[in-house]
């Protein structure tokens, strides 16, 4: 029972690095699309 747990504590790491991974790869390109967005459109509400 307690190499079980070692795995499960093993698989549910890799898991979560996944998932930090692909949480990166989708939210870092909407941050830069946000970015050029308010560059363009800052200026114009400002003035």
Do not use: D, G, H, N
């Not at 499960?8 to 991974?21: D, E, M, N, Q, R």
């Amino acid at each position: 029972m307690r190499k079980a747990q070692s795995w499960t504590t093993i698989y549910l790491a890799i898991i979560l690095a996944i998932a930090a991974v692909l949480l990166f790869a989708i939210i870092k390109p909407m941050f830069q699309q946000a970015a050029s967005y308010a560059q363009t459109t800052m200026p114009l509400l400002l003035f």
